[in-house]
């Protein structure tokens, strides 16, 4: 049997051809256009209205070579930790309201401690925890640092996903009026960057030889295009209240809780709970090849000497993944060398000033955890206002003791700019 | 791309529905078809679209030859098993040749010998769907049962219409060749309803009964050694379903596009829970693929022309190589076997079973589908054992999570599937209130697309 020819005119129960509206082939499509309308006029209304957090919020447009909205200040008291999210588990942890400010360029705001005076050190690369998610102004690494050493510290931390080469300093420094004589390399973990990053493609070689220049700007126009409305169609609001509307009855009652299965739970000696990735975890109990670990090591030094070649000093933050400090703690195997041990090995026969996060962490671990406390959110892989706190403390100790000079380039001439 | 996804419904459908209404020749309509239906294609992976392409054009020069040489009979011969041969190469190395060095090692580890590797191969989706159009076209064209088309557009847009491409119907050329003929003379109100009405149809069996369906028996199935007798009951009768509407939704939605497009495309499935037996089973469930494995294998074999014992070799032959079709796995080679077993023993001893009251035929045969599914649906054969002994004996266990809410579910999918008509069977005139109901039900379709995670169809796996 093959389909129905359909009448051409669906006749009505008198007879008569219906009007438009009183059609299926007339109202579907229509319903279809309303909910494409519906989503695209959510996209205006204000973020705060839906449970987005801050710094989705203010990531909704954001200019080139900055990670948001410039000029906005964000009054939030709504926080869930990603893994709570990922795993759609109770949400247990809360924090006070929290506020998110972005200074005239887009980055995150960080009050001067020296009013007047220029920034003498720039926060860098580390992404989320750099401008830190999760964390009210006043708690952030660029201004915990600026109390600590009582200098302004200017917050240049970008997204993740967003494209960073050296030049985005030089006009950093042009549009700041400034040049910090340091930089604070926030290296995470897991970020995985080496300079295959900039090694150009087959595209990239045929471009230049025919626009030079020009094609790399035009190229990083085009990226940057993709990736603003990339990001624009992300945050859709209908979207979200969607998967909410889905997730709140995946509860394990009425349907089973897929997502429970990337989200792993801990308990802590005090009984609460303590969400990991599964993919964090494994990553963490994975041995690196220490090829891979000394690629890494190479991408760090070729930003020292793109930095000294503009007279900039730079020392090295190396963050932990919350499981590398917890994980030993909560009956896991520890790694016999961890990988930020072995990175920083690296990094100092490099010559690169280094503070390495996960020694001072993993130290003061176990007695924190005794009196109930935590260095990360418990439902969230990012640091929290005490992580940062000794972090902070950590790389000003160091800078106290000895400020790293911009150093010669001996890479330079080797690597690819 | 999936036809239960945001950028189907909301770009790919507005855009090329627009754009083909506003073209006016048939070649500009061929073209436009075949382009979307490449994007539609590409957009999983564009480096199969090559495949596609290659397999169009080897059939299309077959088809061409036929109409030059079609006189000769060894030039007849040549064109018909060289592109059928390059078909089923094809197919046989994305699908089967893993499978096949997998035998071999097996072998080759009773002597001892080192074992092959296995190859990093990709299977395109879809390619068992379009290798048998092409492969339909080039027999036909051979049998002389259709002309072949000296237009490369027409024949393109037939084998990449998007709405059949991927997980089909298996439509034969000849079913569309009406409607590819004329497509310069649609009139586009005239399929519009209907064609809502069944994508419609097609997306609530997929999105709301399937999906719901699947969210709580794939936990469940992951362990079927956890299961009760009743949880195993419970996620076998839900696979039941889910399979079902899942596929159906898959074709109905196929139909409904088609019919946007003023294309009509055969019926898939014809209530094929209210089978007697297992013949009449056969003419309901994927009924396109049922039609092609008679004409084009039975009956090649010789069909029931040569005694009862090649009938019964014949049958079995079709019914393995039905199962492997769905995939390179054992357990669809038992599934076929046991199919191929069942129509035999139903020749055999029909005449018994057909004597039973209707209601006991119906369920008896309902019984002998989920125990077949079963092999269908694990992923070992000693799986599938596990699953049919915690059904067939008592067994203290689990349910699946969300029974609750499986149960309700099912009560619905068995009203449908046992006792309601197809869609077929419906005029699909909706009066207004109705009307606003089925687009109640889309929105409700498109808000589950939202919120859930994506959702590919089952049969794109074959």
Known sequence: ?417 | MLFNSGIFLFAFLPVTYFVFWSLRTKNARYVWLAFTGYVFYGYWNPAFCLLMAFSTLVSYLAGLGFLRWGADPRHRKLLVVVPVTVDLLLLGWFKYVNFGIGIANSVLGWTGAEPLRTLNIILPVGISFYTFHTITYIVDSYRGVIKPTRNFFEFACYVSLFSQLVAGPIVRFRELQEDLDGIDAKDRAEGLDAGWSFFIFGMVQKVLLADTVAAIIDPALKDPAALSSAGAWLSMLGYTYQLYFDFAGYSNMAVGLGLMFGMHIPQNFNSPYKALNPSDFWRRWHISLSRCLRDYLYISLGGNRDGERKTYRNLMITMLLGGLWHGAAWTFVIWGAYHGLLLALYRRFGAGWDRLPTLVQRAGMFFLVIVGWTFFRAETFSHALVLLGRMLVPHAGVSPVGTGLLVAVLAVCAAFAHFGPNTFELRHRWQPAPAWAMAALLIGCIIRIYGGEKSPFLYFQF
């Open chain 1, 1 to 417: 049997m093959t389909a129905p020819a359909p009448d051409p005119v669906p006749a009505s129960i008198s007879g008569e051809r219906p009007r438009a509206w009183r059609r299926l082939g007339w109202i579907a499509p229509r319903c279809v256009v309303l909910w494409v309308l519906v989503d695209l006029g959510l996209r205006f209304v204000p973020l705060t209205w839906f449970p987005f957090r801050d710094f989705q919020i203010a990531r909704r447009w954001f200019p080139a070579y900055a990670p948001f909205l410039p000029d906005q200040r964000i009054r939030s008291s709504y926080f869930e930790g990603d893994e709570a999210l990922t795993g759609n588990y109770p949400r247990t942890e809360t924090r006070p309201p929290s506020t998110f400010t972005t200074d005239p360029l887009g980055f995150r705001y960080t009050p001067a401690a020296a009013p007047g005076a220029p920034p003498e050190i720039m926060t860098f690369r580390g992404f989320s925890f750099t401008w830190g998610a999760g964390l009210s102004d006043e708690e952030i690494f660029p201004v915990v640092l600026s109390r600590k050493l009582n200098v302004n510290v200017y917050d240049a931390a970008r997204f993740h996903e967003d494209p960073e080469v050296p030049e985005d300093i030089d006009r950093l420094i042009e549009q700041l009026g400034a040049r910090p004589r340091l930089a604070v390399y926030v290296h995470l973990e897991p970020n995985g960057h080496t300079l295959d990053w900039f090694r150009p493609t087959a595209l990239d070689r045929a471009g230049t030889a025919v626009l030079g220049d020009r094609f790399v700007r035009l190229k990083r126009s085009v990226d940057y295009a993709v990736l603003v409305t990339a990001t624009w169609l992300r945050i859709s609001p209908l979207n979200v209240l969607c998967v909410r509307l889905f997730k709140s009855i995946s509860d394990d009652r009425l349907l089973p809780n897929v997502y429970r299965e990337s989200v792993l739970r801990f308990t802590l000696p005090d009984g609460r709970p303590l969400l990991t990735r599964r993919d964090d975890l494994e990553r963490v109990e994975t041995v690196l090849p220490e090829d891979e670990v000394r690629r890494r090591a190479e991408y760090i030094a070729w930003w020292r000497d793109r930095l000294a070649d503009r007279g900039i000093g730079m020392l090295v933050l190396l963050v932990p993944e919350k499981m590398s400090v917890y994980g030993p703690l909560l009956g896991r195997p520890a790694q016999p060398d961890p990988l930020l041990n072995r990175l920083e090995r690296h990094l100092r026969a490099r010559g690169l000033t280094v503070v390495n996060g996960l020694s001072v962490l993993a130290r003061e671990a176990p007695a924190e955890l005794a009196r109930g406390r935590l260095f990360y959110f418990r439902e969230d892989h990012h640091w929290n206002a005490l992580g940062v706190e000794r972090l902070s403390r950590a790389v000003a100790e160091t800078l106290r003791n000895s400020r790293p000079a911009p150093s010669p380039a001996p890479l330079s001439a080797q690597l690819p700019h």
